[in-house]
C-alpha cells in the first residue's frame, strides 16, 4: 500500500513525509449558490485514477499535483503542473 | 459454546425476480436489518438483497465489533442508545445468538485536552440518560490492572478517562447471518454474487437496477455499500459527500482471557479488545488518503503494536496471527448519511465511516420506516444527505473512535 511521490524540489520521497489534501477540485468565484455547495462538499471519490494534491510538510513544504489509481494506490502521473490543469 | 458458532445458515438460492417492492444493494449489516425490518415491521416482504460478494464480506465482516452509544451530540446519542437497545434485544428476536458480551470501554485521556473531551462526554451522556461516568487514573488502574498508567513512559501518562459500563462487543458475522436468515423466514430473497451495474431512471425516479441477470425493475432502491456508496450513488447520477478511506486492524493469537474491558485512546490512536475467542483485537485510525485498497501495510502493524504494548505491557509477548483492512466512508461531519437522494425513490444509507457496526439496528430501522412511508423518524432524520447544503452539520469527530 505504499508509495512514493515525487516532488519538483526534494525528489522521491516516501508519502509518508506528505499531508493529502485531497482529490483537485475547481475553484471558480462566478460559481452559483448550488454548484458552490456542490464543489465544496460533494466528492467524486473516484476508484481508479484521480488528480489530488499533496503538501511536502517534511521537506520543501510546497504543493506537489499528481495522478494517482485510488484501486492499488499506484501512481499513474507523477507531477502534473499549473498550466497542464488549466487546459483541463 | 462451539454448537452455537458451528450452527450454519443457509441461504436460498433462486434466480432474482423480475419486479420487486424494494431492491436493496449491499448485503451487509445495513441493507439485511433494511430487509429485515421491512418486511418484519412493516409488511413489505416483496424485497431483494443483491451483494456482489458474499454476505458481509464488505466492512461488516471486517469492523472491531464495538458496541457503544457514549456519543457527543445530542442527536447521535440518541440514534446510537436506540441502536444498543435494540442490539440488546437482537439474539433474541433473530433467534440467532449474537454472542453479545458486555465489557465496559474506556476512553483514555493523556492530555488537558482530551480530559476535557471526556469530562463532556460523561456530562452530556448522563444528561441523555447514557451510562458515562469521568474516572480518574486509580479507579481505571482498579477496573483494568492490565494497564500501565504511564503509557510506556514516555512523557504522555493517563490523566483520567470517560468509562462506559454498558460498553459491549458482539460476534460480527453472526449479525449478518441473523438478518439474513430472519428476513429470508419472512419472504427476503437474498442474491449472493450478484453485482449490480446500474440503477435505471424515469423522469428523475429510480424504478430499477441492472445486473448479470438481466433487468430488475423496483419500487425502491436502496443503497447500503459502506465504502464504495459513492460508486454505487454514482450509477444513479449522484454525487455523496463521501471520501473513502482504509482502516486496518489486526489480531494476536488467541490468549487466556485476561483482557475483559475494551481500551481506546484517541491521543494514542488505537483501541484494544479481547474477543471471546480470546485474540487481542487491535484497530487504529483511519489512512489519511482515500483509496479502495484493501492491502495491508507493515508500518502500520509496527507503529500500532508498539503503541498497544505502551498502554497493555502484557501484549509485548503476544504474536500476530491475521491483519486486514477495510474501506470506510467518511462524512465530513463524522456523522451519517441516511436518507432519499435527489434522485426519488433512491435511498442512501452511508457515511457509516468507523462506527457502522453498532449502527446497524437502528440504521436499518430507521431507513425501513423511511422506505416504506416516505418520512424518516426523528433517529435518522438529522443525518439527512443535504443536511450540507443549509448548514445543518452534526459535528462529532470526537466520538468517531481514534481520530
Known sequence: MGFKID??????????????????RAHDPS?????????????????????????????????????RDTRDNSVTIPRIDIETLRRR | MSGLLRRRTYLRSREPKQSYDVVIIGGGGHGLATAYYL?????????????????????????????????????????????????KGLSLELDYNILMSRRGLFWLAHSENSLRLQRERALLNQALDVDTVFIGPDEIKKLCPQIDLSAGGKGHPIIGASYHPPGSIARHDAVVWGYAAAAQRLGVDVHEGSEVTGITRSNGRAVGIETAAGRISAGAVVSATAGYSSLVAALAGVRLPLV?????????ERYKPILHRMVASSDMLVYISQTARGEILVGAEIERYNSYSTRSTFSFLAECAARTIDLLPFTAGLRILRQW???????????????????????????????????????????????????????????????????????????AGTH
Open chain 1, 7 to 24: 516532488c519538483p524540489n526534494c525528489g522521491t520521497r516516501s508519502y509518508h513525509e506528505y499531508w493529502f489534501g485531497g482529490e483537485l
Open chain 1, 31 to 67: 460559481m452559483s449558490e448550488d454548484e458552490d455547495y456542490r464543489n465544496t462538499w460533494l466528492r467524486t471519490n473516484a476508484a481508479g485514477p484521480q488528480t489530488e494534491r499533496w503538501f511536502h510538510f517534511a521537506g520543501c513544504r510546497r504543493w506537489v499535483t499528481l495522478e
Open chain 2, 39 to 87: 418486511a418484519s415491521r412493516h409488511g413489505i416482504t416483496s424485497v431483494g438483497v443483491f451483494e456482489r460478494s458474499y454476505i458481509g464480506a464488505g466492512a461488516t465482516g471486517r469492523n472491531t465489533t464495538v458496541l457503544r452509544a457514549n456519543y457527543k451530540m445530542p442527536e447521535s446519542v440518541a440514534f446510537y442508545k436506540q441502536s444498543f437497545e435494540l442490539y
Open chain 2, 244 to 252: 473513502s478511506h482504509p482502516l486496518q486492524a489486526f489480531v494476536t
Open chain 2, 325 to 399: 483492512t477495510g474501506i470506510c466512508d467518511m462524512s465530513p461531519d463524522y456523522s451519517p448519511l441516511v436518507g432519499e437522494s435527489e434522485v426519488e425513490r433512491f435511498y442512501v444509507s452511508a457515511g457509516w465511516g468507523t462506527w457502522g457496526f453498532k449502527a446497524i439496528p437502528a440504521g436499518g430501522m430507521g431507513m425501513a420506516e423511511l422506505v416504506a412511508t416516505g418520512a424518516a423518524p426523528p433517529t435518522i432524520a438529522p443525518f439527512r444527505l443535504d443536511r450540507f447544503r443549509d448548514d445543518r452539520v452534526v459535528p462529532d469527530r470526537s466520538s
